[in-house]
């Protein structure tokens, strides 16, 4: 019988495709997640690693790498016909080749979502927008909204809006730069710390899921400008991302995502260390974003 290449990578499908994976041979006992991401993180963006045991607990000298978006550039081959790959050992002392080939799913797979109310209509299973500024603030009634903060990102990359269909929820990263309030102006700021000692720029990133979602509306500006209002009940969970991207990853662990490089947040100030003493309550003083102080119809809306 003749080995068939997918169908998805022979037709080049695999460029629409939300995800790819690709299947890693001939690795040396002592990698890790970390190193693996430190190699193949060049060729896009990695959501997830798994690297394979044996029955008897022994390392299989296998993983499977995936991204998403897609690699941009081809550099895989097919389970009969793998490519070779140059990488660094985790040790850093030699490079080394492995075995790189199209991870082959057993189940044909669908990357579009049917609508659950017109089902000749399908969607991507994740649409993103990278949007000119995000206004977050809360409801004065039902036809009007009081910005509490507004952030607007120094590069496109540095906002982006993600409508995700299979997990059912809305995210949004941005991006946050803190100043300290005293190189301001404002006297009534105290603080231990020196002027601009924690001066710096965080990831951030909140959810919503659909259930949690009460409206969404589409305001038209103009012909080339428009927004998307939200309204929830409740003000979404918060995490901030980790600076030091080897610290999520363990000798140890077989298996890393990307949701291990986000972790929860319940203040966003910029000094942390004032919040030891400060009194548990919903409001912080002088919080950059107010994550606790939202009543029903806290509304989020993207430009």
């Not at 169908?7 to 970390?34: C, F, Q």
């Not at 070779?84 to 080749?97: C, E």
């Not at 939200?230 to 003000?235: A, F, I, T, V």
Request: proline letters at 7%; aromatic letters at 10%.
């Amino acid at each position: 019988m003749q080995n068939m290449i997918p169908r998805r990578n022979k037709l080049g499908e695999w460029r629409n495709a939300p995800d790819l994976s690709i299947k890693v041979r001939g690795l040396h006992e002592s990698e890790s997640t970390w190193n693996l991401l430190r190699n193949f993180k060049a060729a896009g963006r990695i959501v997830c690693i798994d690297i394979f045991e044996g029955r008897d607990g022994q390392r299989e000298g296998t993983a499977k790498i995936k991204f998403s978006p897609p690699p941009k550039s081809e550099f895989w081959g097919s389970q009969v016909h793998p490519c070779r790959y140059q990488m660094q050992a985790a040790d850093g002392s030699v490079h080394y080749n492995v075995f790189v080939a199209l991870w082959e799913d057993r189940s044909p797979r669908t990357h579009r979502v049917q609508s659950p109310i017109r089902p000749h209509i399908s969607y991507e299973p994740k649409m993103a927008l990278w949007p000119s500024s995000l206004h977050i603030g809360i409801m004065v009634d039902r036809e009007s909204m009081m910005p509490l903060q507004s952030i607007e990102p120094s590069t496109p990359a540095d906002l982006k809006f993600t409508v995700d269909l299979v997990r059912k929820k809305i995210t949004a990263e941005f991006k946050v730069s803190f100043e300290d309030p005293r190189s301001q102006g404002v006297a009534s700021f105290v603080s231990d710390s020196a002027v601009n000692e924690f001066k710096r720029a965080n990831n951030y990133m909140f959810e919503i899921p659909f259930d949690q979602l009460k409206t969404i509306s589409q305001i038209n500006f103009n012909n080339r400008c428009f927004g998307l209002q939200m309204s929830l009940e409740s003000p979404p969970q918060y995490h901030r991302k980790r600076e030091d991207e080897e610290s999520c990853h363990s000798a140890e662990t077989l298996r890393w995502t990307d949701w291990d490089t986000w972790y929860r947040q319940t203040d966003i100030v910029y000094d942390p260390y004032r919040l030891q003493n400060a009194v548990i309550a919903l409001h912080k003083e002088r919080p950059v974003i107010d994550i606790g102080n939202c009543p029903p119809y806290s509304s989020y809306i993207i430009y």
